[in-house]
Structure formats: structure tokens, C-alpha cells
């Protein structure tokens, strides 16, 4: 026996940017927008004022773009709270404009999302393992700390050149320990790879895992001697 299938009757999009998210909700015929603040707080908000509307958040479609830099997190505690979040992939979703006669710019916006989420009902999406955030943890402290050390060598050149012996030297020893701390992060990064066998490499790692796997190897003969 077949089961019911479940009427959805309400729909999201949101639109994320690096501080804020611009929901819409289309529910019983009417849009309704809201802007909240991209953290905690404004994730807990925006369940709030679904409720508010009668919208159940448990079961929720909510569309978003998931290849935006500042979406991750928030798909992460919406999908905890219960919500479908389905990404709202760039060719499927730009086909989709292209057949309402939309321009190229309209498809990040919140409505159109919300409106591609109610006529297509994409597959919810999957959260990452916790092991793959964690990953992707690590390689941007990595790549974090990389960037502060090329500053840094600037700066020492610059020292250099104007004969701040001193600030030139202290700076040398400053650099020193974030080389240490990279090859730190560096050897982390490969124990948490070799641990986890299965896990999906995400493009941080691209560039820098033949650094990181000949670098730890060549330690560890090293300390073998």
C-alpha cells in the first residue's frame, strides 16, 4: 500500500550574504519577506516568525544557494531544526528563470528561489559528516595562517630596508613559529584525512594535500633516526 504523500502548502527561499539572510515565504497565496542577521540568533528568528504565520518549520522546503560562501552554516542549523533544505543548484535553477523570462542576475534572489523551490520540490539536501566540517576547519586555519605569514614577510623586508635591525629580527623569529604552526596544521590535516579513508576531499584540499603528505612523511623519517 502506497503511503500519502505529504501536501506542501508553504515554501522558502533565502538569499544569503556574509551578514545577512533575506528569507521569502510563499504560503497560501502570499509572499511575505523577511531580513534577518546570517548567525544563531537570526536562524532562531527566522523559525519564530514561520511559526508566527502558521508555517510548521518541521518538514519545511527551503531552498538556498549552496555554493554562496556564507550559506553553509545556516543550511546546517536550519536542516537541524527540521527543515528540507534543498540546494538550489546554478543550471537547474538558472533554466528555471530562463523559462519564466527572468534576467541572469535574478536567480540569487530570495523570490525566485522561493518560487523555483514551490514548482520543482528539489531533493533535500545532505549535510555534511562532521568529520568533513571539521576538515574544512582545519584547512582554513590553514590557509589563514599561510596568508598572516606572507604579510609578515613583507613587513620583514620592509624592516630590512629601512634598517630596523631590531623590529627585523624580532619579526624573523615571529615567522619562524607560524612556519612551526603550519607544519602543525600541515600534519593534523594528513592524520585527520588518513583517519577518515572515505571521506569527500573538498577543494581546499586540491593544492595542498601533496604538500602536506611529503612534508609528514619526510618528518617522520626524520624522527625515526
Known amino acids: 500500500?502506497?503511503?500519502?504523500?505529504?501536501?506542501?502548502?508553504?515554501?522558502?527561499?533565502?538569499?544569503?550574504?556574509?551578514?545577512?539572510?533575506?528569507?521569502?515565504l510563499i504560503s497560501?497565496?502570499?509572499?511575505?519577506?523577511?531580513?534577518?542577521?546570517?548567525?544563531?540568533?537570526?536562524?532562531?528568528?527566522?523559525?519564530?516568525?514561520?511559526?508566527?504565520?502558521?508555517?510548521?518549520?518541521?518538514?519545511?522546503?527551503?531552498?538556498?544557494?549552496?555554493?554562496?560562501?556564507?550559506?553553509?552554516?545556516?543550511?546546517r542549523v536550519l536542516a537541524d531544526m527540521g527543515m528540507l533544505v534543498c540546494d538550489a543548484e546554478p543550471g537547474p535553477l538558472e533554466a528555471y528563470?530562463?523559462?519564466?523570462?527572468?534576467?541572469?542576475?535574478?536567480?540569487?534572489?530570495?523570490?525566485?528561489?522561493?518560487?523555483?523551490?514551490?514548482?520543482?520540490?528539489?531533493?533535500?539536501?545532505?549535510?555534511?559528516?562532521?568529520?568533513?566540517?571539521?576538515?574544512?576547519?582545519?584547512?582554513?586555519?590553514?590557509?589563514?595562517?599561510?596568508?598572516?605569514?606572507?604579510?609578515e614577510i613583507l613587513r620583514l623586508e620592509d624592516h630590512f630596508h629601512a634598517g630596523q635591525i631590531a623590529l627585523h629580527q624580532l619579526l624573523r623569529q615571529q615567522i619562524a613559529c607560524l612556519d612551526a604552526q603550519i607544519r602543525q596544521h600541515e600534519t593534523a590535516i594528513l592524520a585527520h584525512v588518513r583517519r577518515h579513508p572515505g571521506l569527500p576531499r573538498p577543494p581546499e584540499l586540491a593544492d595542498n594535500y601533496q604538500r602536506i603528505a611529503r612534508y609528514t612523511f619526510g618528518a617522520s623519517l626524520a624522527g625515526g633516526h
Request: proline share 6%.
Open 1 to 24: 500500500m502506497e503511503h500519502a504523500t505529504k501536501q506542501e502548502s508553504a515554501f522558502v527561499g533565502i538569499e544569503t550574504s556574509k551578514l545577512l539572510l533575506k528569507a521569502v
Open 28 to 75: 497560501g497565496g502570499e509572499v511575505l519577506c523577511k531580513v534577518l542577521e546570517n548567525d544563531l540568533a537570526g536562524y532562531r528568528w527566522l523559525r519564530s516568525w514561520l511559526q508566527r504565520n502558521d508555517v510548521p518549520v518541521l518538514g519545511l522546503r527551503v531552498c538556498m544557494r549552496l555554493d554562496d560562501p556564507y550559506s553553509e552554516v545556516a543550511a
Open 97 to 151: 528563470a530562463r523559462g519564466c523570462g527572468l534576467p541572469g542576475g535574478a536567480v540569487r534572489g530570495a523570490v525566485v528561489l522561493a518560487q523555483y523551490c514551490a514548482a520543482t520540490r528539489p531533493a533535500p539536501w545532505t549535510p555534511p559528516s562532521a568529520a568533513y566540517v571539521e576538515l574544512r576547519l582545519w584547512l582554513r586555519r590553514l590557509q589563514a595562517v599561510r596568508q598572516l605569514r606572507k604579510q
